[in-house]
């Protein structure tokens, strides 16, 4: 694989460069949400490459089948899909295939259309079943030859089968990949039940126990336990100890003493104590009935988390990974093994499919044998670090003891948290990580409100436990924040800290916070307050902070553009003909405008990071013009808010509307401070809870290293000052004066920016492979899909 990804460096993908070509989708196993986008992808993809593309409906059983179960999709056929749930052209559990007399019908029926290309979406139990399709292809086409069933011609001309797997599954249990199709939409559901079910929960005190799907993959469940507060959660991976009742009570216990009016405990389907046997829901509840006579129900979620529309990240996921699929057949030779497409971090990568298979059994195994921990460590990085996270907030507290009468830390350090810039979401699920991070290691929290103002003001308090609960699912910034920066206040802001003894600093914002945390940090020669251990967690959704590929918030407000834009366009639903153009926040960063069109299937995105004039105005508008001729019957363009101060909103509205008069209507929409609102979505809680922990982590590390003899924290290394960001799925802690110049701070945007590799994916799968005419639209296989969500 090594040689063949250095290979593709030098190859390059153009329109209609492999005309002729026969490629075919199909989805087998489960749905998920996302494998609409996926279908979308590789139709697209396939027709501006020059295949001709086909939909295998109803799985392995439409292969075995054939006849109307394989027809030729056109562009057309996958026009407004990407926003349904489940799978369009229907999945199916096959029998048939299983036995060799049903792979010889799907291979035949395979030749008569010139099919072989597979893209299969689906679990491991498809993507294998599909391997052993292409290594029996050779024996299958002779059989059919000597039956008489296909030529010599076609027995050579057909002689090699290639294979791409997606991985379509809610479970996230397919290891090589970060994430599967599906499940983020299903964490989103997941959620949204859990959300609701506080509110009852806490009107009566009760406790719920809510049932998640995970047969073999304790996934969600634990995900969901850290975007929900959950006080207990069981998942097939980590069982608990043997005295679980024991401590499950007594921690349900003892957030009730503290005040807490209900208690949520999830449980996997699959849940199994150390001895193998299964822990089901109605056992959980049976236990807190029996010790705590605590008024308990069951919620059993079941297929709910299957159904809805796709997040925004399952279908940008599914784009991605359809397109890369695509690529991966059309660059695929008689020697290529068949290759599973995986997102690593912020990388789509192709990776050998049997292996990927074999790792997957590996966990089974593992937790077969009884090995947690290394069931654990086979999950992969993500799954770890969560059941990390998850381990230290729901730890027991410390005692009483370890706190003077006003919630002092009597021997821990004293550190503080606020906010600078706009608000966004996952903010409060940060404070909250941090608080109780820091208050179980006996240390003191001040949290300040109101950002700078508050802390010149004296507007502080001593965060204790109880303050930050059922903050997680808190949208905005509790704490309260304001956009003024710290250079004019300096003086001021050095007496405070002294004022209060606060060792160390965190500052959750935006650009703002940024560039507050730089401005402290060229005042350290100055003022002796600030050389302590400072970092910023950027929290925008604009995502325009240097140094790290994602922002708090951003993801929420991608869910919030995508789903306005799917009701908008459904609004339409009985009008003949209709544009939106849609404007997005973002300053100067066209991060939004850009993704929400990929997620949402948007005809145009226009950006400040890519130039264009009057011209490419009017080829988009022709483009949309010829689509509504052709029978689409609603168009989406989005603009970013700061994208041309000539070519405004208003503008292209009427350009639009002058335009297409006769064959479609327009519309604009300032979506506004709607995409900063709404709850966490559950990226951004799990994102915001890490990171503060991780931060935690890191300023006690410096703490320890920077104390004085005298018990006072000084320290003026650069790297004791820092921006806590996601780059390739690590956390990492740079330091801000290294990101200084990586600053554009006129337009307030990173110098480089990951995501405008989207630009060309976006281009492809919104225009007709006739109406694509733009000059050296090349794709790399390594420059520009090899790009993340």
Known sequence: MEEE??????????????????????????????????????????????????????????MVDGGDNIVEANWSSVSSIIHKGGTVIGSARCMDFKEKVGRLKAAKNLIERGITNLVVIGGDGSLTGANLFRQEWSDLLDQLLKEGSITKEQREKYAHLHIAGLVGSIDNDFCGTDMTIGTDSALHRIIEAIDAIVSTAYSHQRTFIMEVMGRHCGYLALSAALATEADFVFAPEWPPDVNWPTRMCKKLEQERTAGQRLNIIIVAEGAIDRDGKPITAEKVKEVVVENLKQDTRITVLGHVQRGGSPSAFDRVLGCRMGAEAVMALMEATPGTEACVMSLDGNQAVRLPLMECVEKTKAVAKAMADKQWDLAVQLRGRSFARNLETYKMLTRLKPPKSAFDEMGRGLE??????????????????????????????????????????????????????????????????MLGTKRTLPEKKLPQIAAKLKELKIQALLIIGGFEAYQAGIQLVEARPQFKEFCIPLVVIPSTISNNVPGTEFSLGCDTALNEITEICDRIRQSAQGTKRRVFIIETMGGYCGYLATVAGLAGGADAAYIYEEKFSIKDLQQDLYHMASKMAEGVQRGLILRNEKCNDNYNTDFIYRLYSEEGKGLFSARQNVLGHMQQGGSPSPFDRNMGTKQAANTVEWMIDQLKKCTQPDGTVFTDSPDTAVLMGVIR?????????????????????????????????????????????????????????????
């Open 5 to 62: 990804s250095k290979e593709s460096k030098t190859q390059f993908i153009s329109q209609g460069s492999h005309k002729g070509k026969g490629l075919a989708v199909f989805t087998s196993g489960g749905d998920s949400q996302g494998m609409n986008a996926a279908v979308r992808a590789c139709v697209r993809m396939g027709i501006y490459l020059g295949c001709k593309v086909f939909f295998i409906k109803e799985g392995y059983q439409g």
């Open 412 to 477: 821990g350090y004293t550190l503080a948290v606020m906010h600078i810039g706009a608000p966004a979401c996952g903010m409060n699920a940060a404070v909250r990580s941090f608080v109780r991070n820091c208050i179980y290691r006996g240390d003191t929290v001040i949290g300040i409100h109101d950002g700078v103002e508050g802390l010149v003001a004296g507007n502080v308090q001593i965060m204790q436990w109880s303050d930050v609960t059922g903050w997680v699912g808190q949208g905005g910034a």
């Open 729 to 789: 799925r690590q956390y990492c802690f740079t330091p801000l004066t290294q990101l200084k110049k990586e600053t554009n701070f006129e337009q307030r945007i990173p110098k480089h920016q990951w995501w405008l590799k989207l630009r060309p994916l976006l281009r492809i799968l919104a225009k007709h492979d006739s109406a694509y005419e733009e000059e050296g639209m090349y794709i790399t296989v390594e420059e520009e899909n090899k790009i993340a969500i």
